[in-house]
């Protein structure tokens, strides 16, 4: 609902009326790293690793570990120019390598790799517990080689990174004192506008900061300047999201780009045009993309438009010359159904790649720009890549549009296949080919655990509303329906996030196939894995998203509990043995589960997660999620967002599930507040079976290294395995 229709729904409510604040005991803690607080979050991990680290606990860590550190897992590549790059952590290298090699090297079983930058060795050199973000590299001339980067650092695996300049060349950062970029650790982003110029959208130096603690305006910065000597060339207002500059240095298309994100699902985009910003008009709830000659457009709601009415979740094209000079003629590209929808595209040279889901199963079209149907509703032509194979998720994407190594270079793409018991692969083809039906296998994943044992199911439960909701189950072979198998369901259902089949071999060694140690020492347990496609995710397109958006966020709650209700009709777990687990805004679906639905659940892993949906735009940068979930600070707004607000629903009397909320200290997006505040409240009431753990660094993904990771991800798997299954 938007602000307009709530008032509309309320026209009594004061214009500047003010939600009351609920009474909260524990707002001390939202000083995130004073002495106080610091002393309770060690008094919790202590008692939580007391509950959790025994020997199945270790044994488990080092099965984890194992995986992540694996050196036969896939080293995926990003080519520039001849070379392909990659960044590497294994268990001799936890922060990790910066690294290339070549195309054949990269090819063989045992790649020669050129170490480019080993964080490791930096952070010990330079006293800083660095963690890689990216390296943004600058479009060499032609016929040159990529030599200089901006490599993005994080000083404790937060969002804010600093941005250095670093020549792959001489193995060294580019000395600020000589005329190198060295831009401070912040939140914000760069792009190259050239060799001695960068665009930066930053909150450093105190440059101004969006409600949100995002990027308000952009800067042009030359070699040599200070970011507050710099020319300021783009700015938002306060209250949108964040702004944004970046240059397309495309061969023969450049151009610069300013995005105005006023939220998450609005955006207005423009482009620099004799020193002015000429708007690419759309409604700002159409998402634009630029590509060479092409505007593309997909809306989030219905568009109308010169007569014609495009769906949510189609994709149009436009010349964008043509567009910006006022002619508004659109090529329909893909128009979704009630079972498909558009997840992502990607350009190569000649061809246009769609990544289809089809009831949450991938399929892929190659469309040719240069074969246009006379009728501009009907595209492209197109034609379907057989590559997807049931139940799994398969995504292509280009290797390089730019490549002219060799004849027909640039239509090069990737392909990787996935899928729940399938280790990735990795492979490579070929458009405009006569064989670009197939692409050959370049890398396989190892298997962790024995798939042959398993099998994956897709089922559909009926939501409170009648809604088909489809999920995947993922269990042993003749699985005994007698309600008494540990049943792990997990889901997000927010943000338009998709969640699809991905093979985990901590998933299949953690839960598919557990084993123990002591006195049943070498027995292996079998559990059910579940994966739920809820609203609010992105499986059916923005009209699956919005449904559970803001008033109606319930229906994505509904829908999780719809899944759970049905595991337990069909036998497949009883609610003794059933937990469920979701991170960040899959912590505040299960943190609703907790509150709603306790009967339903035995467990609940509920990680760096929102809770406290009253403060919730006070803290972190939780102000930009108010598209998402609403205004607190709106009577009339509060009154739907208090009914999923898990910290304030909570109720004496009420048996709840044993409860494990972990977090991070440095995670600077949802921050570890409402962690913090919703264990402490609990465990004041009186309820036991609450546990809380809190690692320093890590940011929003809770770890910075592997080991961080296998450990976060052993404590879920150990608590919800020892909760549900009754060793």
């Not at 001489?170 to 000589?178: K, Q, W």
């Not at 450049?254 to 995005?259: G, K, L």
């Not at 049931?390 to 290797?399: G, I, R, Y």
């Not at 792990?488 to 996030?497: I, K, R, T």
């Amino acid at each position: 609902m938007s602000a307009t229709e709530a008032e509309q729904n309320n026209p009594a409510a004061p214009q500047n009326a003010v939600a009351p604040m609920p009474t909260d005991e524990n707002q001390w803690l939202e000083d995130i790293h004073g002495e106080e607080q610091m002393a309770w979050i060690q008094e919790q991990n202590a008692r939580t690793e007391d509950l959790l680290e025994d020997a199945d606990y270790a044994a488990l860590e080092g099965e984890i570990l194992e995986v992540l550190d694996s050196s036969d897992r896939i080293a995926m590549v990003g080519k520039r120019g001849e070379w392909y790059y990659n960044f590497w952590r294994d268990a001799e290298h936890p922060k990790g390598l910066w690294r290339r090699t070549t195309w054949q090297s990269y090819q063989s079983d045992a790649p020669e790799w050129n170490v480019l930058l080993d964080i490791d060795a930096l952070a010990a050199a330079e006293g800083t517990e660095w963690v890689w973000h990216g390296a943004h590299f600058l479009r060499p001339a032609l016929g040159q080689a990529h030599r200089t980067a901006m490599i993005a650092l994080s000083p404790d695996g937060g969002d804010a990174v600093r941005y250095r300049e670093f020549d792959v060349e001489r193995l060294a950062f580019v000395d600020p004192t000589a005329g190198g970029f060295d831009i401070p650790t912040a939140k914000g982003g760069i792009s190259w506008e050239d060799a001695d110029t960068l665009l930066v959208s930053t909150t450093a130096e105190r440059l101004p900061q969006t409600s949100s603690s995002y990027s308000r305006t952009a800067v042009r910065l030359k070699r040599g300047q200070s970011l507050r000597d710099a020319e300021q060339i783009f700015e938002v207002p306060a209250e949108h999201m964040r702004g944004a500059v970046f240059h397309d240095s495309t061969p023969g298309f450049e151009r610069t780009v300013a995005i105005d994100m006023i939220d998450f699902f609005n955006v207005s985009t423009f482009v620099l045009q004799d020193d002015q910003w000429a708007k690419i008009e759309a409604p700002s709830s159409v998402d634009k993309d630029i590509h060479r000659e092409w505007v593309v457009f997909r809306p989030r709601e219905s568009w109308e438009i010169s007569g014609s009415v495009y769906a949510a979740g189609s994709l149009l094209v436009a010349p964008l010359e043509d567009w910006l000079a006022g002619e508004r003629t659109l090529r329909v590209l893909f128009e979704p159904d009630a079972h498909t929808s558009l997840q992502s595209y990607s350009w190569t040279r000649d061809f246009l790649l769609l990544n289809l889901l089809a009831d949450v199963s991938s399929q892929i079209r190659v469309l040719d720009p240069s074969q246009p149907d006379a009728d501009p509703a009907k595209g492209w032509a197109w034609r379907q890549l057989d590559a997807c194979p049931p139940l799994h998720d398969v995504n292509a994407f280009a290797v390089d549009d730019q490549d002219t190594t060799a004849e027909n270079a640039g239509n090069d793409y990737w392909l990787v296949v996935t899928g729940f018991l399938t280790p990735s692969t990795l492979l490579r083809g070929r458009l405009g080919d006569a064989a670009d039906s197939s692409a050959a296998v370049i890398k396989t994943a190892p298997s962790f655990f024995d798939e042959s044992e398993f099998e994956v199911q897709q089922h559909f439960a009926t939501s409170k509303d009648g809604t088909k909701v489809p999920y995947f189950q993922v269990g042993p072979k003749n699985l005994v329906l007698d309600g008494g198998n540990p049943t792990q369901l997990s889901g997000y259902g927010g943000f338009e996030v998709s969640r699809t089949p991905a093979y985990s071999g901590t998933i299949g060694r953690a839960w598919l196939r557990r084993k123990t140690t002591g006195a049943s020492a070498g027995a292996e347990r079998s559990g059910v894995f579940v994966v739920a496609n809820i609203r609010g995710g992105g499986e059916y397109g923005p009209a699956w998203h919005s449904a559970a958006l803001q008033a109606n966020r319930h229906r994505a709650y509904e829908d999780f509990a719809a899944v759970a209700t049905d595991l337990i009709r069909r036998g497949v777990t009883s609610p003794e043995h059933l937990g469920c687990a979701g991170g960040s805004n899959g912590g505040l679906l299960v943190g609703n589960m907790l509150v709603h639905y306790p009967e339903l659940f035995s467990a609940i892993s509920c990680g760096v997660p929102l809770l406290d949906m009253r403060r919730y735009t006070k803290l972190s940068a939780g102000y930009s999620w108010i598209a998402e979930y609403g205004d607190p600070d709106r009577p009339e707004q509060w009154e739907f967002i208090k009914t999923f607000s898990p910290y304030h629903l909570l109720r004496d009397g009420v048996e709840y599930p044993d409860s494990f909320f972990w977090t991070a200290t440095s995670d600077d997006r949802v921050g570890p507040v409402q962690a913090r505040k919703m264990a402490a409240r609990m465990q004041a009431m009186g309820i036991r079976n609450v546990w809380f753990h809190e690692a320093v660094e890590g940011g929003h993904s809770g770890a910075s290294d592997n080991r961080q990771a296998a450990a976060l991800q052993a404590r879920s798997q150990q608590f919800l395995w020892r909760s549900l299954s009754g060793d």
